[in-house]
C-alpha cells in the first residue's frame, strides 16, 4: 500500500542521504574489485568489528586479527558526514548512469556465490510475490496482474535474476524478499511499469524503500541492513541437506482432535516407543480418559492431563520425504489463543483441523464462540498461505461424502474471505482415532469408494517449500527460555527469522541489548552444527546475566544489527468479523506480535481505508467496525520488539486482542517510537 | 471521610472542617480542592533563626496555616495529598505571601474554605462521608508467568504487587522446569498476596486469570496454607472467590468487576455503578453507533439536542484548573439531570474511568439515534 506520509515526511532526513552515499561507496567497490567488498565502518568507538567474523579489533589494526581480511580504508568517522554526503548527492550520477554501472556490477557479481543464491531464491520470490499480492487487499484486476508479472518471472528466468539482483543493489538489501516487500507497497502503476522497463524503475524502488528504513533506525542501529554481507557458512548447501525444516501449526476448535492426531502421526511414524505409547494407554486408562492416549504423547504437564485439554504449544518433530517437519500443537481452547498466538506464529503451514460428527463442526465454526474462524484467521495473519484441512473423525458420521461436501463448502466461502488460495487449500477427510488417512490410503470401504485424493503424510510432502532469508542478518524471535543456574546458561528457543548460526557466534539478545556467546545448538534435543533461517532451534547462551530477564518475546539479533524495541507503533490492520464491541481510539488492547505480548490502548484511527482498493474512505473516524480496514496508532505500556513489516515480515505481523477475542489482525507499517 | 463541622451556603461561600480516614478520602479531598480555594492545616515548618550573634539556626517548628491554594498533587502510592499555595494566616515564623506546601494525610483534619459550594462539590462531600458505600476488594490477576494484585477501593483502585516470571513451555528437558518454575511462581505471588491483602479490610479477595491458572493457585493457596498454618487464609476460605478473566492485565479488572458473584458483594457502590454504565455505553456503541457517542464536542451537540440519556464522565475534567471549564462541565450535568437524563462521575483512578479517560473522558449514551454527529469533526 502506498505509504504517503512516510515518504513525504521522511524523505529529506540527513539519514536517507547518508544511506544513499552508504551504498553509493560500496557500489564503487563490487565494479573496481568485488573481492574487497566490505562494510563501511562507522562505529565511533575505539574498537572496529570485522565484517566477516565480527571480531572486535583495536583501532590501530588494519587488518583482521582473526580471519585477515583487510579492514575498509573509509574507517574514518562518519559522524560529521551529514553535510558532506549532501554534498555529494549533487555529484551523484544521474539515475539512468546508476543503472548501467549497477548492470555492470550485477553482471560481475552473477559469477560470485551470491548470484547462486540469488537465482535459487528468485523461484520463491516469485511465488512469494503472487501469494501475497492476494494479502495486500488488492481489487481483484490487481491480483490477476501481480500474478502475471510472477509468471513472466517463471518465464525469462535469466531475466528476472538479473533484475533481482540489479533491485538488490538498489534499494541496498542483499535480499530478494524485501524487495518484493518493496513493490508490494508501491502504487499500482509502479509495478506496473516494472515489467515493462524494470531498470528506469530504480530510483523510484530505491526511494520508496528509504523512508521506512530510516523511520527504523533507533539510535543503537549503526548500520543499515544494505551493508550486511553474509558469510558463506551461512548460505545452505543444497548437496549437503536434502530435508529442509517445515514449520506445520496444528490448529483448530477446541476438541476437535489436534493433539491426538498429532499423537497419532508421531506414533505412526515411529517417533513414539511402544514402550512409551503401552504407558500413555496404561496412564489414560486409569484416569478413565483412554480415548487422549494419543494426546498424551504431547500434553505432558500434569494440568493438561487430567483436564484432557492442551494448553500450551507442544513442539514434536518428525521427517517426510521432503521435509524435517516441525509440528506444532496448537490448543484450541479460547482461553489459550494467546498460547497458540504465541506457539504458531512460527508456522509456514497449518494444518486445521475440523471435527466432522454433528454439532460439533458447527459449534466450532459459530463466530461468536467456536475458534475455527479465529484460528484460520490468525494463521492466515501470521502469513500462512498453504493450509491442509484436516476433517477430522470422519468415522463418526460413517464416512459420509455429503457430511464432507457440506463441510467443504461452508468453509470454502470463508476461507476465500479471509484471503486464502483455493488453489493452496487441501481438503483430506480422515480419522484419527480409527487410522484412516493418516499415513496411507484408507482401507474402510466407505471412505474408499468416493475419497481419491492423497492422505495426510502425502499432503504434507505437496506442500510449497517456504522462502527463507538466508542472507539478512540473525533474527530470532524468543518463544521460550530456560534458565540453568548450574551451568550459567540461558536456552532459547525459536525459530529463525533471517540469518544463521553457529556454536561460538556472538549474539545480541534484544530488548535487554546484553551480548552473549552460543556454546551449542540443539535442534529436536540433538545437537547441531549450523542452523538457519526458518529452522526451528534451541541455543545455549553463555555471559548472559541469568538474574537479567531473558524474556519470550525478546529477539536474538546480529549484535550490528539489533531489532528497534518500540512502544508507539502505526499499524495497518482488519477488524474481524462480529466485533462485541467496535475499536475507539483509546480501546484497551492486548498486542501480539511474534512471541511478545503487551497491554496497550488505540490512541489514534487516522483513517478508515476501502477493504478492495486501499485508498483512504474516511479520515480520523469515531469508531472502527467489523471488517473494515484501517490505519491505526497503537501505544503500548511496555515497549517490545519489533520491525517494520516491509524489512521483515515475521516481526512486522500484529494481532489485537480485547475480551478474549480477537478482534484486528494487521501489520506493522512504521515505528513511531 | 468524617466531617467535622459544616457552615456553607449552597452555591455560597463557607467552610468545612473534614479528617480523612481512609485513602479514598484524599481522593475525595483531590477532587474537592481546587485552585483558588483556602485550605488550612496544621503543618511542619523548617524556620531560619537569625541569633544575635549572628549564627544561623534551623529549627522545624509545627504550625497552623492556610493558603491559597495553587497547586495541588495525588501521591497515590504514598497515599499523601501536596497543597502548595501562598500562607494567608498570620504567623510569627511564616509572612502573608510565603509560599508553603501542606501535606495532608489520614486522621490529620483540616478546613477547606470555597468562595462557590457548587452541587458537584457537595455530591463528592455527601459521597465521601457516606461509610455503607465502601467496596474494598483485593483482586489478584493472573496469567502464567503475569500476577498483579489490585485493591479496589470506593473509588480508588491501586496496583499492589506486580510479578512477572518466564515459565519455560513444556516438552524435553524443560517438563521439569516447567514445574520449578510455576512453583516458585506461585510461591512468590503467595508472599504478596499475603502482604497485601488484609482480610479485615477487604470484603472479598478475588482471584481472576484465564485458564486453570486461577484454580492451580487457588489450589495452591490453600495447601500452603493447611501446611504452614496461614491463619488468615484458612480463616477466610469463604472469602477467597474465583473468576474467569480473559487475560492477567489490568483492563481485565472490568470483567472481575462485572462477573455476577463479584457484583453481588459490591453491588451498591460506586465502582459496580460504573462497570454497569460503561458496560451500556460499550454495548450501544456495538448494537448502534449512532446512539452513542465520545468527545466533549459530540456529546455537546447531542445535549444541545436534549439527546443525552446517560452522561459519562471523568472526575479528571473536573479538576480544571480553569474556573470557566468547569463550570461549563457543572453546567452540562446540570442540564443532562434538568432534562431528565443521567450523569455519571467517573474516577480516573478506577480501571473504567481510566478506560474513560482514554476515550477523552466524556461519553453519553443517547436517547435517539444521530448519525450526523459522525460528520462533525471531532
Known amino acids: ?673 | 471521610m468524617k466531617i467535622v463541622r459544616r457552615d456553607y451556603t449552597h452555591n455560597g461561600p463557607g467552610s468545612v472542617k473534614m479528617t480523612p480516614v481512609d485513602s479514598d478520602d484524599l481522593w475525595f479531598a483531590y477532587n474537592l480542592i481546587l485552585p483558588g480555594d483556602s485550605v488550612m492545616a496544621v503543618t511542619v515548618r523548617k524556620v531560619l533563626r537569625e541569633m544575635a550573634s549572628g549564627s544561623r539556626d534551623a529549627e522545624r517548628v509545627k504550625l497552623k496555616l492556610e493558603v491559597r491554594v495553587e497547586g495541588i498533587e495525588y501521591d497515590k502510592e504514598g497515599g499523601v495529598l501536596r497543597i502548595r499555595g501562598k500562607n494567608i494566616l498570620e504567623n510569627e515564623h511564616v509572612k502573608i505571601g510565603q509560599f508553603h506546601t501542606l501535606e495532608l494525610e489520614l486522621h490529620r483534619p483540616f478546613v477547606l474554605r470555597k468562595q462557590v459550594w457548587d452541587s458537584l462539590a457537595l455530591e463528592v462531600l455527601k459521597q465521601a462521608s457516606d461509610p455503607t458505600a465502601s467496596a474494598d476488594l483485593a483482586v489478584l490477576l493472573m496469567q502464567e508467568g503475569l500476577a498483579q494484585i489490585f485493591l479496589v477501593g470506593r473509588s480508588v483502585t491501586t496496583s499492589r504487587a506486580r510479578i512477572e516470571t518466564s515459565i519455560p513451555r513444556k516438552h524435553g528437558p524443560a517438563i521439569a522446569g516447567y514445574d520449578s518454575a510455576l512453583n516458585k511462581f506461585f510461591q512468590n505471588v503467595l508472599q504478596a498476596f499475603l502482604k497485601h491483602v488484609d482480610f479485615n479490610v477487604v470484603r472479598c479477595a478475588v482471584i481472576g486469570s484465564p485458564g486453570f491458572t486461577k484454580d492451580q493457585f487457588h489450589r495452591y493457596l490453600l495447601l500452603e496454607a493447611e501446611k504452614k498454618e496461614l491463619r488468615p487464609i484458612i480463616e477466610n476460605k469463604s472469602k477467597i472467590i474465583l473468576v474467569h478473566t480473559s487475560s492477567g492485565y489490568k483492563h481485565s479488572l472490568r470483567e472481575v468487576l462485572d462477573a455476577p458473584s463479584v457484583m453481588n458483594i459490591i453491588k451498591d457502590t460506586k465502582a459496580a455503578e460504573e462497570v454497569v454504565c460503561q458496560h451500556a455505553f460499550f454495548r450501544w456503541n456495538s448494537v448502534d453507533p449512532d446512539r452513542a457517542c465520545y468527545g466533549p464536542k459530540h456529546v455537546e451537540v447531542a445535549n444541545e439536542r436534549l439527546a443525552v440519556q446517560t452522561l459519562l464522565l471523568t472526575d479528571d475534567l473536573f479538576r480544571n484548573a480553569d474556573v470557566p471549564t468547569r463550570r461549563k462541565y457543572v453546567d452540562l450535568v446540570k442540564s443532562v439531570k434538568g432534562s431528565g437524563g443521567k450523569a455519571h462521575i467517573f474516577s480516573t483512578m478506577h480501571s473504567s474511568g481510566e478506560q474513560l479517560a482514554q476515550l477523552t473522558g466524556i461519553a453519553a449514551i443517547l436517547r435517539f439515534p444521530l448519525p450526523d454527529l459522525d460528520d462533525i469533526e471531532m
Request: charged share 25%.
Open chain 1, 1 to 673: 500500500m502506498p505509504r504517503k506520509v512516510n515518504r513525504g515526511v521522511d524523505y529529506d532526513e540527513a539519514y536517507d542521504s547518508y544511506d544513499d552515499y552508504d551504498y553509493e561507496d560500496d557500489n564503487d567497490y563490487s565494479v573496481d574489485s568485488p573481492a574487497k567488498v566490505e562494510e563501511p565502518q562507522q562505529k565511533v568507538k575505539k574498537l572496529w568489528s570485522c565484517s566477516i567474523c565480527t571480531y572486535d579489533n583495536e583501532e590501530g589494526m588494519s587488518v583482521c586479527d582473526i580471519c585477515g581480511v583487510i579492514r575498509n580504508p573509509v574507517a574514518g568517522d562518519f559522524k560529521n558526514s551529514n553535510k558532506k554526503t549532501a554534498a555529494f548527492k549533487f555529484d551523484a550520477p544521474s539515475p539512468d548512469d546508476m543503472v548501467s554501472t549497477r548492470l555492470q556490477s550485477s553482471k560481475l557479481n552473477t559469477q560470485g556465490k551470491r548470484g547462486k543464491q540469488n537465482a535459487s531464491n528468485s523461484t520463491d520470490t516469485a511465488v512469494n510475490g503472487k501469494l501475497d499480492s492476494k494479502y495486500s487487499d488488492r481489487p481483484p484486476a490487481e491480483t490477476f496482474h501481480g500474478s502475471s508479472g510472477s509468471i513472466e518471472g517463471h518465464n525469462s528466468l535469466k531475466k528476472g535474476i538479473l533484475s533481482g539482483q540489479l533491485s538488490d543493489e538498489a534499494s541496498g538489501s542483499s535480499n530478494p524478499l524485501k524487495i518484493e516487500g518493496t513493490q508490494g507497497n508501491a502504487d499500482d502503476d509502479f509495478s506496473g511499469q516494472k515489467q515493462t522497463a524494470p531498470a528506469s524503475n530504480f530510483g523510484k524502488m530505491s526511494l520508496s524503500d528509504k523512508p521506512g528504513n530510516s523511520n527504523a533506525l533507533d539510535s543503537r542501529k549503526h548500520k543499515s541492513t544494505a551493508e550486511y554481507h553474509p558469510d558463506k557458512w551461512m548460505l545452505p548447501d543444497k548437496a549437503n541437506d536434502t530435508l529442509t525444516q517445515l514449520n506445520l501449526a496444528i490448529v483448530g476448535h477446541v476438541d476437535s482432535g489436534k493433539s491426538t492426531l498429532s499423537g497419532r502421526l508421531l506414533h505412526l511414524l515411529g517417533r513414539i516407543t511402544k514402550k512409551e505409547m503401552h504407558k500413555y494407554e496404561k496412564d489414560a486408562k486409569i484416569q478413565g480418559k483412554s480415548s487422549f492416549a494419543y494426546a498424551w504423547a504431547l500434553d505432558e504437564s500434569p494440568e493438561e492431563r487430567e483436564r484432557g485439554i492442551t494448553m500450551n504449544v507442544a513442539v514434536a518433530y518428525f521427517n517426510s520425504k521432503k521435509y524435517h517437519v516441525v509440528i506444532l500443537d496448537s490448543p484450541g481452547h479460547k482461553d489459550f489463543v494467546p498460547n497458540m498466538i504465541s506457539g504458531a506464529t512460527q508456522a509456514d503451514a497449518a494444518i486445521l483441523v475440523i471435527d466432522a460428527s454433528n454439532g460439533a463442526f458447527e459449534a466450532g465454526f459459530d463466530g461468536s464462540k467456536g475458534q475455527t474462524r479465529e484460528h484460520a484467521l490468525l494463521i492466515r495473519s501470521f502469513g500462512v498461505e498453504q493450509l491442509i484441512v484436516a476433517v477430522n473423525k470422519m468415522d463418526v458420521v460413517g464416512y459420509s461424502k455429503d457430511r464432507f461436501d457440506l463441510i467443504v463448502t461452508q468453509l470454502g466461502t470463508f476461507f476465500r474471505s479471509c484471503g486464502f488460495k483455493e488453489s493452496c487449500i487441501l481438503w483430506i477427510p480422515l480419522s484419527a482415532v480409527e487410522n484412516q488417512n493418516l499415513v496411507a490410503a484408507p482401507s474402510d470401504a466407505r471412505l474408499l469408494s468416493w475419497y481419491r485424493g492423497p492422505y495426510l503424510f502425502d499432503a504434507i510432502d505437496s506442500l510449497q517449500p517456504p522462502a527463507r532469508d538466508f542472507a539478512k542478518p540473525l533474527l530470532m524471535p524468543i518463544c521460550d527460555v530456560t534458565k540453568s543456574s548450574s551451568q550459567g546458561q540461558v536456552s532459547v528457543c525459536g525459530k529463525l527469522v533471517a540469518g544463521a548460526l553457529r556454536s561460538g557466534l556472538k549474539v545480541m539478545v534484544m530488548p535487554s541489548g546484553e551480548v552473549g556467546t552460543i556454546k551449542s545448538l540443539e535442534r529436536d534435543s540433538q545437537s547441531s552444527a549450523v542452523a538457519r533461517a526458518g529452522d526451528n532451534v534451541t541455543i545455549n547462551l553463555q555471559g548472559i546475566d541469568l538474574s537479567n530477564n531473558v524474556m519470550p518475546g525478546g529477539v536474538v539479533c546480529h549484535p550490528d544489527y539489533p531489532v528497534a524495541v518500540a512502544r508507539h507503533l502505526e499499524l495497518k490492520v482488519r477488524a474481524l468479523e462480529e466485533l462485541a464491541v467496535p475499536i475507539l481510539n483509546g480501546s484497551q488492547v492486548e498486542f501480539h506480535i511474534h512471541h511478545a505480548q503487551a497491554a496497550g490502548k488505540v490512541a489514534k484511527i487516522l483513517s478508515i481505508l476501502d477493504p478492495k482498493s486501499g485508498k483512504e474512505t474516511k479520515r480520523s473516524p469515531r469508531c472502527l467496525l467489523s471488517k473494515q480496514s484501517a490505519v491505526i496508532e497503537v501505544v503500548l505500556n511496555t515497549p517490545v520488539c519489533v520491525e517494520e513489516y516491509s524489512n521483515c515480515r515475521a516481526l512486522g505481523r500484529a494481532s489485537l486482542r480485547a475480551m478474549g477475542r480477537t478482534i484486528a489482525i494487521g501489520i506493522v507499517t512504521r515505528i513511531i517510537q
